[in-house]
């Protein structure tokens, strides 16, 4: 009974301060700083989503990818307003901070914590690359229900 107080006490003052994210998948109460959603349809990522609310300089993500000259491919992410935090993986949210998912043809391949990745090879075809920048918890962060991401196509031709 003191344990179910003391967390209904938390909550209370949380909500108080302007509220925290939803862990419920569903749309944040009124006062809610940031909300958690389901996932985007039709983005082939299967990770839930805060939206991130009444950011005047929300985080971005640029993304280029190189063809290396011996072999495969060079991608180099770029972030702005956010801060790429490994030693932070796997743990709570916070605000501009966490890492970033790497997809190519909506198929995670891993996360990213620094600015270069290198892909070692890719089948002949039109390849969709794509980063998403996620929170230290996983979840895709959005601005105005979009995924904070950015996409390249690379074409690979057959030798």
């Not at 198929?107 to 070692?120: A, Q």
Request: aromatic residues 6%.
């Amino acid at each position: 009974m003191k344990a179910l107080i003391a967390l209904t006490c938390i909550l209370i003052v949380a909500g108080a301060f302007g509220g925290v994210p939803t862990r419920t998948g569903g749309v944040a109460e009124a006062g809610d700083r940031h909300s958690k959603a389901a996932p985007q349809a039709g983005t082939g990522m299967d990770h839930e989503v805060i939206e991130v609310e009444g950011d005047s300089t929300p985080s971005s993500v640029k993304l280029t990818v190189h063809k290396d000259p011996k072999a495969g491919w060079n991608l180099q992410m770029q972030v702005e307003n956010f801060r790429l935090a490994p030693e932070h993986a796997s743990t709570t949210y916070v605000p501009r901070e966490g890492h970033a998912h790497l997809y190519i043809d909506s198929k995670k391949v891993t996360r990213l914590y620094g600015e270069w990745y290198h892909i070692p090879m890719l089948p002949p075809g039109v390849h969709k690359i794509t980063v998403t920048l996620n929170a230290n918890s996983h979840e895709d962060l959005a601005v105005k229900g979009k995924v904070v991401s950015a996409t390249q196509e690379v074409r690979v031709s057959a030798k």
